[in-house]
Nanobody, 123 residues
Framework: QVQLVESGGGSVQAGESLRLSCAASGYTYRSYCMAWFRQAPGKEREGVAI???????YYSDSVKGRFTISQDNDKNTIFLQMNSLKPEDTAMYSCAAGRNLGNGCPIMGFTYWGQGTQVTVSS
């Protein structure tokens, strides 16, 4: 059973940075796509960034150039470095995992989710 625990959220001013972490267990680095999603109040959940075997496969257009997804050397922690934060980045951020079935890392293919960590950006 894959388990995911996020940390690092908080309240910041626009223009500041945050680094989210996701501690993962019960998964195989070489077999799973890992991702960050976010959901703001009243909005649908959206994919933010996806990584597979240290290769970034996706960034949302809204975060390109500001956010960076990465994995640590032990492959059991996933990070999301968020720079130049904007009020519209305010959301609950969740880590997700999905087995790569040979078809890449489709947004709809994530089946394991963490509880989420809140990010609030004020202007």
């Amino acid at each position: 059973q894959v388990q995911l625990v996020e940390s690092g959220g908080g309240s910041v001013q626009a223009g500041e940075s945050l680094r989210l972490s996701c501690a993962a267990s019960g998964y195989t680095y070489r077999s799973y796509c890992m991702a960050w999603f976010r959901q703001a109040p009243g909005k649908e959940r959206e994919g933010v960034a996806i990584i597979f075997r240290d290769i970034v496969t996706y960034y949302s257009d809204s975060v390109k150039g500001r956010f960076t997804i990465s994995q640590d050397n032990d492959k059991n922690t996933i990070f999301l470095q968020m720079n130049s934060l904007k009020p519209e980045d305010t959301a609950m951020y969740s880590c997700a995992a999905g087995r790569n079935l040979g078809n890449g890392c489709p947004i709809m293919g994530f089946t394991y989710w963490g509880q989420g960590t809140q990010v609030t950006v004020s202007s």
